[in-house]
C-alpha cells in the first residue's frame, strides 16, 4: 500500500504541518472541509506544497519521523527543491486522479475481449 508523506501550509505560508496518510486526496479534502479543527482561523491549512511517495509502509514512518523533526528552514529547503514557487500541488493531482478514473471506465475489460484458444 502506498503511503504519502506531505507538507500543508496556509496562504500566508506562516504554518507548516507535515503529516502522513495513504489517501492524499481525502485528506487534503478533510483539511478544507474543516479548516479549525486543528488550528484557528487565521491558519487554515489548505495549500498541499510537498509530498512523497513511498511504497513499504515502515519506511514511509521512518522518514516521516525524519521530516516531522525537521526545522522550519530545513523543510522550506527541502520543499523548495521541487516546488520552488509553492504552487499548490492538490490542483494537479486532483486532475490526475479524475482523468485516471476516466480512463479505467473507458478502458475495455480485457476478460471479454480475449478469446478462448481450443485444442485439437
Excluded at 495513504?22 to 509530498?51: C, G, H, W
Excluded at 480475449?114 to 485444442?119: A, E, H, L, P, Q
Amino acid at each position: 500500500m502506498n503511503t504519502f508523506i506531505y507538507i500543508i501550509t496556509d496562504r500566508n505560508r506562516n504554518c507548516l504541518h507535515s503529516g502522513m496518510t495513504t489517501d492524499l486526496i481525502k485528506t487534503i479534502d478533510f483539511y478544507t472541509e474543516m479548516p479549525n479543527l486543528f488550528f484557528d482561523s487565521a491558519q487554515q491549512l489548505n495549500r498541499l506544497v510537498y509530498f512523497e511517495e513511498i511504497n513499504n509502509e515502515e519506511m514511509a514512518m521512518e522518514r516521516f519521523k525524519v521530516v516531522s523533526r525537521f526545522t522550519r528552514a530545513q523543510k522550506e529547503k527541502m520543499i523548495r527543491s521541487v516546488n520552488p514557487d509553492w504552487v499548490d500541488l492538490t490542483i494537479g493531482l486532483k486532475f490526475e486522479t479524475n482523468t485516471m478514473q476516466q480512463r479505467m471506465q473507458f478502458r475495455p475489460a480485457i476478460a471479454n475481449t480475449r478469446r478462448r484458444v481450443t485444442s485439437f
